[in-house]
Every structure is written in structure tokens, then in C-alpha cells.
């Protein structure tokens, strides 16, 4: 069994390799250091390097160890966290390390991003609901390390047994408090957190951290106590396969660089009327082949429909929110279709050459974006969210 562990899965540069085809490495092992903004990477099963070039292929043992390389001693938990090479887990892959080591959260406040915020994706909810000791015991890790005064658990008031897990293994202690978001898409983006929590309006390109807050998600807050507690680098990564496949399933704390198609085939394969796969949530994911492989950042492996045959002259509306215009392009040439206008959500303001939503979760009319649309040719509009 081959896996691929990519070398760029995280924000920043790729990071380059320390091993050489030919060398035997260990489960753990330090295998690519960042080249500039990045994290470590760790080969997440022992064998043998057979190919290095975006990323590291790996001719994984038959018998694999249950025990891992561990990283080294450390001066503190943050250098174990950034030792362990942990990077937001939900998607954005920004360095964790970097993101608890600032002076501006002293006497602020942490949240956990416990939204599980696209639909079909359940794998953060099943480990809080499994594991909800480790969770209060990472956010009173991150309290030390940061500094902050409180820690907050953002989670939507559906997920009652989550909910109350975590409200008895909290309810002793002060300084962590669940806070409720409402039922809707996007609760988990960080300008919703920041406004339901602390009634603060966090204007596009505006960190968290001018409130004095810091996010992380469920896993990332895992990695970290992983790291802490066990020495344990990133190489595992929790997973929820959904869409067109025979049996939904959560699959927590597997291997990284494993390919896709090993999660679909563990789901009984494709179902009738399959099309293609989607890795991430259904509004933000991208399309990917049956080769990819699973990375830090992975989280949904989503089986869509078959596309529908549609020859019609399409008018694109992309959002921050939901899908982009290249991912709405794509879904246009697969039906068939030809895109000949294309326009943002009204919300949407360039914010340092980027496009965002000013008002995430307050979806607006877009009669106006409709006509302009129709104006430019388009027979029928398809939307970001």
C-alpha cells in the first residue's frame, strides 16, 4: 500500500523534504521541514520512500507499530504544538503555533469552533461526543498558553448530546462557558463566531484577534492535547465520507496520505447514480479524483449526483460563503452548460484584493444580480450557496 503525504498542506510555502528516495522511515518521523511559513510534516506510516516531488510517496510496511516516533522534549506546550507540525484542522491550515503565540490575547478569550458548520460533516461532533474530557482538558491547555481570561465552545444548539457532555465535564469550572450559534450556515465562520459570542461586528480582512480572540476547531484543539500529552506529531486525520456511497461513516484518527478511494471502498463504493467526489463540505469543497489523498486539511469525502445534462447559457452568482466562480464554472461544463455572465453577491466588498462577505449568514435579496445576469444572456443562474 502506497500513501502520498503531500508537502504543501497548510498555508504558507511547501515545506521541503529531509528524507531521500530509497530511506526507511519510522511511523512519526520527521520527514519535511517548512520552507518560510508552514509546519512540520511527519510520514503517518513506516516504510520505504519511493517518489519525492509535491509530495512524499510511501511504500507502507504490511505490519505497522501502534506506537509512533514521538516528538522531542520541549520547552513548553506551544513548542510541542508547533513541534507536532499543528495546523487548523477544519480547512484553513494556518500554523497553530503561530496563531496562540500573541501578545494580544492576554486577558481575551478562546473559542472553540464547534460548529461543524457544512452540512453532511459529523466527524468533529462524534469526537466531542466520544471525548469530551480531552476537549476541557485542550481548552484549559490553550488558556495557560494563551493567556486569556475566558474560553468559550461555540456549537449550534442542534447537537444536544454533544451539548451535554460537554456541559458536564464544564460545569465546575469558571473560565469555560458553552455559547450557542443558531442553526444555520455559515455558524462556524469566524466573523458569526466573534458577533454571537461577544456582540462585536468583525469588518472583511479583520483577525479575531483585534478582539483579543483566538478560534480553533474541534481537531486542531485535539492535535494540540495529542501533542501535549503524548508527543504525538499530525499524522492521523478525522473523516466523514457521506453523498453516493453505500453507508455514510465517520472514520477518526486515520492515517495522512491515504488515498480517497480507500475511505469510499471502506463505505462499500459507489451507489447507483454516483458522479464526482468532493473533498471538504458540500458549499466550500473542491472537486477531487479518486487518487487524492487524505491531508492535514481534509475533512469531508463527499460523493455527489451525477450532473444533469443542461446545454443552457448559465449566469454565474458566487459568494464567499458557498461556492467560488472557478468552482461554479466547473459545475457548468460538467452539466454541459456555457457560462456567458457571471457576478458577486451584493454582501461581497474587496477587502486587499480578495472578495468577502460583509455580512456572513445574512443572505440578502439579489433581484438586482438576477437581472444584470439576464441582461448578459444567461437562461438560467446558478449560486454559490
Known amino acids: 500500500m502506497e500513501i502520498r503525504i503531500a508537502l504543501k498542506q497548510h498555508v504558507g510555502a511547501p515545506c521541503k523534504a529531509i528524507v531521500k528516495v530509497g530511506d526507511e522511515v519510522k511511523k512519526g518521523q520527521l520527514i519535511a521541514l517548512p520552507d518560510g511559513l508552514g509546519a512540520n510534516i511527519h510520514a503517518s506510516l513506516s516504510g520505504k520512500v519511493t517518489t519525492i516531488d509535491d509530495a512524499i510517496t510511501i511504500m507502507a510496511d504490511e505490519n505497522q507499530p501502534d506506537d ?43 473559542m472553540l469552533n464547534a460548529a461543524e458548520c457544512e452540512p453532511l460533516l459529523a466527524h468533529n461532533i462524534k469526537f466531542i461526543e466520544e471525548n469530551p474530557k480531552l476537549i476541557i482538558r485542550g481548552l484549559q491547555y490553550l488558556l495557560d498558553i494563551t493567556k486569556a481570561k475566558m474560553a468559550y465552545i461555540a456549537i449550534k444548539k442542534k447537537h444536544r448530546d454533544a451539548i451535554l457532555a460537554l456541559s458536564k465535564e464544564s460545569k465546575e469550572i469558571p473560565n469555560i462557558e458553552l455559547k450557542f450559534l443558531p442553526n444555520m450556515y455559515p455558524a462556524g465562520d469566524e466573523r458569526v463566531i466573534v458577533r454571537e459570542i461577544l456582540g462585536e461586528i468583525m469588518e472583511p480582512g479583520v483577525l479575531p484577534s483585534e478582539f483579543q480572540s483566538v478560534i480553533v476547531n474541534v481537531e486542531t484543539l485535539k492535535n494540540c492535547v495529542y501533542a501535549i500529552e503524548d508527543r504525538k506529531p499530525v499524522i492521523t486525520k478525522d473523516l466523514t465520507v457521506d453523498g453516493k456511497v453505500k453507508e455514510a461513516k465517520v472514520f477518526l484518527d486515520q492515517p495522512i496520505g491515504m488515498s480517497i478511494s480507500h475511505y469510499i471502498d471502506a463505505c462499500g463504493g459507489f451507489s447507483i447514480g454516483s458522479g464526482e467526489i468532493v473533498i471538504g463540505g458540500p458549499f466550500t469543497g473542491k472537486r477531487a479524483g479518486d487518487k487524492a489523498a487524505v491531508t ?39 452539466m454541459g452548460g456555457r457560462v456567458v455572465a457571471s457576478t458577486k453577491c451584493k454582501r461581497m466588498i474587496e477587502v486587499n484584493g480578495r472578495y468577502r462577505c460583509n455580512k456572513p449568514g445574512e443572505c440578502p435579496g439579489q433581484a438586482e444580480s438576477v437581472l444584470k445576469l439576464k441582461a448578459g444572456g444567461a437562461k438560467v443562474i446558478i449560486a454559490g450557496t
Do not use: M, Q, W
Open 296 to 334: 492535514k486539511i481534509s475533512g469531508g469525502i463527499l460523493v455527489g449526483v451525477e450532473f444533469p445534462h443542461d446545454e443552457r447559457d448559465f449566469g454565474i452568482l458566487a459568494c464567499e460563503c458557498g461556492a467560488d466562480e472557478a468552482r461554479l464554472t466547473e459545475i457548468v461544463e460538467s
Open 68 to 110: 509512533y516516533v514521538k516528538i522531542e522534549d520541549t520547552e513548553s506546550n506551544l513548542d510541542a504544538i508547533i513541534a507536532a507540525g499543528v495546523v487548523g484542522a477544519g480547512g484553513a491550515g494556518f500554523p497553530t503555533g503561530i496563531k496562540l503565540n500573541s501578545e494580544a490575547l492576554k486577558d481575551g478569550y478562546l
